[in-house]
């Protein structure tokens, strides 16, 4: 079992280094703060305490940004995600998280709201307790990887928590949708369920085994509907996936396609269309061949 001194040794830090770490940790955090908005008005949400609602992302620095680089690659990437993961996960991304439900016709897709903050320093020791850690170890990985009793968003870390808490709620969901035959997926926060049949009468089962694991969904993301789309910000259809007219005209729109970002605008359209041309059957081979 690992034990404390062989944890310093990975991380590369020694125990005075590692007390001043924890002692000093806000000094390690910044905060990039986003406005949400609503998507209809474009007007900035306000919660029912008249607060205008933002999404705070707080990235690491120095040296704890670099002892966390080492907890996601040394240990949590030992820890095998579901199949059904797609978002923080490597050689996995929102293009292949689409594919998957290609040739699918009814699609539920929701967002699990205030994903990252909901996620308490409670729940990530005892993550760390159930994968075998010894308490005195799975309490300093969740200092180093927990910021203000919450999982912040922005660090190296924190995908990959996030995914590993959801675990226990996507594993009944995987149950109850592949029972049906359906097509799960998450893009960490992002829900999306389709089938090639009506599946309506299922989505309010669906929605509170969802709440009864302790997650809550948006409303005003969660969306039933028949054909076309969007999972991940890619269109999906039968027979293809496809960029909307906007990301079109802004590839046509620049002057000089050679700038790196007209370049990673360009490749990113391309790979849209070479995995929307790649039968489902290699794509699927090609992940497990990745896991």
Not at 244 to 263: G, L
Request: aromatic share 10%.
């Amino acid at each position: 079992m690992l034990d404390v001194p062989k944890l310093l040794r990975l991380l590369n830090v020694n125990s005075r280094e590692l007390k001043y770490l924890l002692d000093n940790i806000n000094d390690y955090y910044y905060c990039i703060s986003h406005p949400k908005l609503n998507k209809k008005t474009g007007l900035q949400l306000i919660d029912r305490n008249g607060k205008p609602r933002t999404r705070d992302i707080y990235p690491t620095l120095r040296q704890l940004k670099e002892v966390q680089k080492r907890i996601y690659h040394i240990l949590l990437k030992t820890i095998k995600l579901p199949d059904y993961a797609f978002g923080g996960v490597k050689k996995r991304d929102n293009i292949l998280n689409a594919k998957m439900h290609q040739g699918n016709v009814y699609f539920f897709v929701t967002d699990l709201r205030n994903f990252y903050p909901g996620i308490t320093h409670n729940q990530i020791f005892e993550l760390f307790i159930n994968k075998g850690f010894a308490p005195k170890v799975a309490s300093i990985l969740t200092k180093l990887t927990t910021f203000k009793g919450m999982l912040p968003q922005g660090t190296t870390t924190a995908p990959y928590l996030a995914n590993l808490v959801f675990t226990n709620a996507g594993l009944k969901l995987q149950e109850l949708t592949a029972a049906n035959k359906f097509t799960f997926t998450t893009f960490v926060d992002d829900i999306t369920i389709s089938a090639k049949s009506d599946f309506k009468p299922m989505v309010n089962e669906i929605v509170q085994l969802i709440t009864d694991n302790g997650f809550k969904i948006s409303h005003d993301k969660t969306h039933y509907q028949k054909g076309r789309p969007k999972v991940t910000n890619v269109i999906v259809g039968q027979n293809g996936l496809s960029l909307d007219k906007a990301y079109k005209m802004k590839i046509e729109a620049f002057e000089d396609k050679s700038t790196p970002q007209a370049v990673g605008t360009i490749n990113y359209y391309e790979r849209v269309e070479k995995i929307s041309k790649t039968r489902k059957k290699v794509i699927n081979q090609m992940i497990a061949s990745n896991a």
